[in-house]
T-cell receptor
Framework: AQKVTQAQTEISVVEKEDVTLDCVYETRDTTYYLFWYKQPPSGELVFLIR??????QNEISGRYSWNFQKSTSSFNFTITASQVVDSAVYFCALSEAAGNTPLVFGKGTRLSVIA | GAVVSQHPSWVICKSGTSVKIECRSL??????MFWYRQFPKQSLMLMAT?????????EQGVEKDKFLINHASLTLSTLTVTSAHPEDSSFYIC????????????FGPGTRLTVT
């Protein structure tokens, strides 16, 4: 069975600090997809990134970066120079690559960035 | 990009009544839609998979007679919460996939249901 673990329930940082959100996953599939979503107070999920299991390259998008390591089954997310607008709940998720399959979500990490 | 809408965005109903939530793919046809439920400060949990023209597949522990799902067209799936109770109060989110892009899921903005 697939499982996603986000051990950090809540994180609080001061603005401009860097913060890393951890994600560890379990799957028996050799091909799968990993995702990160942001959920602001409005509730709407905001897609951040999708990574397939064959692509272990790290990715950087502005202040966001992702570190995917299959050896440790981790897909960690780092926000550099955090801002108040980054305050939200962040979910890591996993899906099979077969397609038309639902996402399995972690429990989420609530990030609070304090000015 | 692909857009999924939900209606209503929020609803308050009295205990014992039924509520229908719509999930529409606005600019694509979705053969498969998923319904998730999110209780306050919790994660999203899959309730059911909705396939156009066939019966929905429910996850273990989800009462199919209470949460009626109808996927009558390639752009619309509906979730009806029948005889709602306060414990059904939750945030309901749907997602849809595009044929040919099966790994991609497009989420609706969610519907917040409060049962009084």
């Amino acid at each position: 069975a697939q499982k996603v673990t986000q051990a950090q329930t809540e994180i609080s940082v001061v603005e401009k600090e860097d913060v890393t959100l951890d994600c560890v996953y379990e799957t028996r599939d050799t091909t799968y997809y990993l995702f990160w979503y942001k959920q602001p107070p409005s509730g709407e999920l905001v897609f951040l990134i999708r990574r397939n299991s064959f692509d272990e390259q790290n990715e950087i998008s502005g202040r966001y970066s992702w570190n995917f390591q299959k050896s440790t089954s981790s897909f960690n997310f780092t926000i550099t120079a955090s801002q108040v607008v980054d305050s939200a709940v962040y979910f890591c998720a996993l899906s099979e690559a077969a397609g038309n399959t639902p996402l399995v979500f972690g429990k989420g990490t609530r990030l609070s960035v304090i000015a | 990009g692909a857009v999924v809408s939900q209606h209503p965005s929020w609803v308050i109903c009295k205990s014992g009544t039924s509520v229908k939530i719509e999930c529409r793919s606005l600019d694509f046809q979705a053969t498969t839609m998923f319904w998730y439920r999110q209780f306050p400060k919790q994660s999203l949990m899959l309730m059911a998979t909705s396939n156009e023209g066939s019966k929905a597949t429910y996850e273990q522990g989800v009462e199919k007679d209470k949460f009626l799902i109808n996927h009558a067209s390639l752009t619309l799936s509906t979730l009806t919460v029948t005889s709602a109770h306060p414990e059904d109060s939750s945030f309901y989110i749907c997602s849809a996939t595009i044929p040919g892009q099966r790994y991609e899921q497009y989420f609706g903005p969610g519907t917040r249901l409060t049962v009084t």
